[in-house]
C-alpha cells in the first residue's frame, strides 16, 4: 500500500489541462443520450479529481514545511492556477444546467450537484479571474506571516502553538506574560495585518461589484452555499445566543473566577479551568496515538477500519514544530480516497481534542469517498462541523484512557468550553457581516467595531491593559476571517447540532450513533437544513432550540461539583 509521502505530485500545465477539459466537456455536450451523459460526467470528475490531488498535496506540504522552497513555489502556482480552473469548473456546471438530458442526471445524481451549479456560476466570472488571483496570494501571505512567528520567552523561541500551553500554566505571572509575548508578535505586525485585511476587503468587494453584487455580502453567501438559510435567518440565531447564551457564559467565567481563585478573571486567566492545573494528556503524542488506535477500535466497525487506514498510510501530521504553519485542519486526497489530518499538538487537552475533531471530518471523508460525485464528497461547512463536533462527545466514554484521573476535569471543560466558544464565534460573524458591509472602513474603524462587539458577545472579557488587545485587533489572530470569510457561524451552528448529539448519546447512544452514521455517509449530497432532518436533529434556527439545548447543559454542568475537581 501506498503511504502518504508517496504519493505523487505533478504539476499541472494549464494549457494542457484545457485542452483534455475541453474534450472532455465535448463528449458530454454530444452525448445523446443520459447514459452516454453520465459516463462523460463521470470521465470530467475523474479529471477534476485528479486536479483536487494535485493541489492538496501542494497545500499539505506546504503547510507541513513552509521552509520548503519548493511545495511554497508550488502553493503560489496553484494560487494563480485555481481560478483558472474554477473558469473551467463554470463551464462544466453551465453545460450540466443546460444539458438536454437534465432531468435523468437529476434523477440519478440528485437535485444538490445542480443546486451547487447555479451557485458556482452566479459567483465566477472569467473578469475576475485575476482579482481571485488576488485574494488567494494575500491569504497565502497571512497564513505565511502567522506561521513565521518565532517568539521569545523565557529564554527560548516558540512559535504560537508552541506558546500556547504557557496560557494554561498554574502561575498566573507565566500566564499573563505568554499572552502578552504572543500578542506581541502580533502587535509587531500590526501594521502588516491590517494591510493585509484591507487589501482583502477591497479586492472582494470589487470582485463582488463585477459580478453584479451591491457588496461582497451576498456573494460571500453564496461562496459558503448557503442554500437554506440567508442573513435573516443568521440574524435571528445571533439573537437567540445573546438572549440565552452570553448570560449563561458570563456566569460559567464567574464560578471559573472563584474555582481558580481570582477576584477579578482576566484574559490571560480564561484559558485555566482548575486551581489544580488543567486537564492535560498524561504522554508522548505516540502515546495518544496508540490510545486513539483503542478508542476507534472499540468505538465501532467502523471507526476501527477508518483509524487503522489512518494509522497504515501516515496521514496524520500532529506535533507542532519551527516552520510549520499554525492550527489544524482535515482535508481529503481524492485519487487516494485519504483523508489527512494536520495539526499542532502541543501537550494540552487540545491534542485530545483534535484527535476527535479533525478524526470526525476524517472520518465522514472516509464514510462517503465512494460517493461517486466530488461536490458529495465535502458538505456545506456548518454541516461538516456537526461531523467533527458530534465525535468529540461520541468519543467522552473513552477520555480515561487519556486524562486518567483527570477524566472528569476534561468533561466539564470541554462541554463548558463549547458553550463559551458561542458567543464568540457569532461576534467574528456579525464583524465580517460589518466589515462587508462597509467596504471603506478604515482599519481603525474595523477595531473600533470589534470592540463594540466583544461588549456585547464577551461583557466579560479583561485585557488588563494589553495595548494590542484593548485596541480591538484580536480578530487578527483568527484565520478564517482573513482566508474564508464568513466561514465562521457553521462552528456555532454545528455545536448546537452537536450539543443534541451530546444528549442523545447519553439517553439513546445506539440509536444517536446510528444517525450520526447515516449522516456521514450523506456526505454533501444535501443541504445543510436537509442534512440537520436527517440525522433526527432540530434546526439551530427554530426558535427554541438553542433554549432547549443548552438547558440541558447548564443543569449537567451545574450538576458537577467543580470545586472539588
Excluded at 511554497?72 to 453545460?95: I, K, N
Excluded at 458553550?419 to 458591509?437: N, R
Amino acid at each position: 500500500m501506498e503511504k502518504f509521502e508517496d504519493y505523487t505530485y505533478v504539476r499541472p500545465i494549464l494549457d494542457e489541462e484545457k485542452q483534455k477539459f475541453h474534450r472532455l466537456l465535448e463528449a458530454f455536450t454530444a452525448a445523446d443520450t443520459a447514459q452516454e451523459a453520465s459516463k462523460a460526467l463521470e470521465a470530467i470528475n475523474r479529471f477534476r479529481n485528479r486536479l483536487d490531488t494535485m493541489g492538496n498535496l501542494v497545500y499539505i506540504r506546504a503547510s507541513i514545511d513552509t521552509n520548503d522552497e519548493y511545495y511554497q513555489q508550488e502553493r503560489d502556482y496553484f494560487d494563480q492556477l485555481r481560478p483558472e480552473l474554477e473558469a473551467l469548473g463554470t463551464e462544466f456546471y453551465h453545460a450540466l444546467i443546460d444539458s438536454p438530458h437534465r432531468k435523468e442526471l437529476e434523477e440519478k445524481w440528485g437535485p444538490q450537484l445542480f443546486r451547487i451549479a447555479d451557485y458556482s456560476i452566479r459567483r465566477f466570472s472569467p473578469e475576475v479571474i485575476s482579482l481571485l488571483q488576488e485574494e488567494n496570494k494575500l491569504t497565502s501571505e497571512y497564513s505565511k506571516l502567522v506561521a513565521s512567528a518565532q517568539v521569545e520567552f523565557r529564554g527560548d523561541t516558540y512559535t504560537l502553538a508552541q506558546l500556547a500551553p504557557f496560557t494554561e500554566h498554574s502561575d498566573r505571572k507565566v500566564r499573563k506574560e505568554s499572552v502578552e509575548a504572543s500578542a506581541g508578535f502580533f502587535e509587531s505586525h500590526e501594521a502588516q495585518l491590517d494591510n493585509i485585511y484591507d487589501q482583502l476587503v477591497k479586492v472582494r468587494h470589487e470582485t463582488a461589484v463585477k459580478l453584479g453584487f451591491k457588496n461582497f455580502l451576498e456573494l460571500g453567501y453564496l461562496r459558503m452555499e448557503r442554500y437554506d438559510y440567508d442573513t435573516d435567518m443568521v440574524a435571528a440565531f445571533r439573537k437567540q445566543v445573546r438572549e440565552n447564551i452570553v448570560p449563561l457564559v458570563s456566569k460559567l467565567y464567574k464560578k471559573q473566577a472563584e474555582r481558580i481563585g481570582v477576584e477579578a478573571l482576566k484574559y490571560y486567566d480564561e484559558n485555566f479551568e482548575f486551581e489544580s492545573g488543567n486537564a492535560q494528556p498524561k504522554g508522548s503524542p505516540a502515546w495518544i496515538i496508540e490510545n486513539g488506535r483503542k478508542m476507534y477500535e472499540e468505538l465501532s466497525d467502523e471507526t476501527n477500519e477508518f483509524f487503522r487506514f489512518m494509522l497504515q498510510r501516515n496521514l496524520m501530521d500532529l506535533e507542532a514544530k519551527k516552520g510549520k504553519e499554525a492550527g489544524g485542519y482535515c482535508t481529503f486526497i481524492e485519487d487516494y480516497q485519504s483523508p489527512f489530518i494536520f495539526s499542532n499538538f502541543n501537550g494540552t487537552s487540545a491534542d485530545i481534542d483534535v484527535l476527535t475533531h479533525e478524526a470526525g471530518h476524517a472520518f465522514q471523508f472516509y464514510s462517503s469517498r465512494n460517493i461517486g460525485i466530488p461536490e458529495y464528497l465535502i458538505p456545506t461547512s456548518e454541516a461538516a462541523e456537526i461531523h467533527s463536533m458530534s465525535m468529540e462527545f461520541f468519543t467522552w466514554p473513552w477520555m480515561e484512557l487519556f486524562f486518567q484521573e483527570d477524566a472528569d476535569k476534561y468533561k466539564y471543560a470541554h462541554l463548558a468550553d463549547g458553550l463559551k466558544f458561542i458567543p464568540y464565534g457569532v461576534a467574528v460573524d456579525e464583524f465580517q457581516h460589518l466589515v462587508y458591509q462597509n467596504p471603506d472602513w478604515s482599519p481603525a474603524e474595523r477595531k473600533q467595531a470589534w470592540k463594540e462587539l466583544e461588549k456585547v458577545y464577551l461583557p466579560h472579557r479583561d485585557y488588563d491593559g494589553i495595548p494590542y488587545l484593548e485596541g480591538g485587533a484580536f480578530w487578527q489572530r483568527q484565520g478564517h476571517i482573513y482566508e474564508v470569510p464568513f466561514y465562521y457561524i457553521d462552528y456555532t451552528l454545528a455545536q448546537i447540532c452537536a450539543f443534541q448529539f451530546w444528549k442523545r448519546s447519553r439517553e439513546e447512544r445506539d440509536e444517536a450513533w446510528e444517525d450520526y452514521l447515516h449522516l456521514c455517509k450523506l456526505g454533501g449530497s444535501k443541504p445543510f437544513l436537509s442534512l440537520v432532518d436527517e440525522a433526527n436533529l432540530q434546526s439551530p434556527f427554530k426558535d427554541g432550540t438553542v433554549e432547549s439545548v443548552i438547558t440541558t447543559i447548564e443543569q449537567w454542568l451545574d450538576s458537577v461539583d467543580d470545586q472539588a475537581l
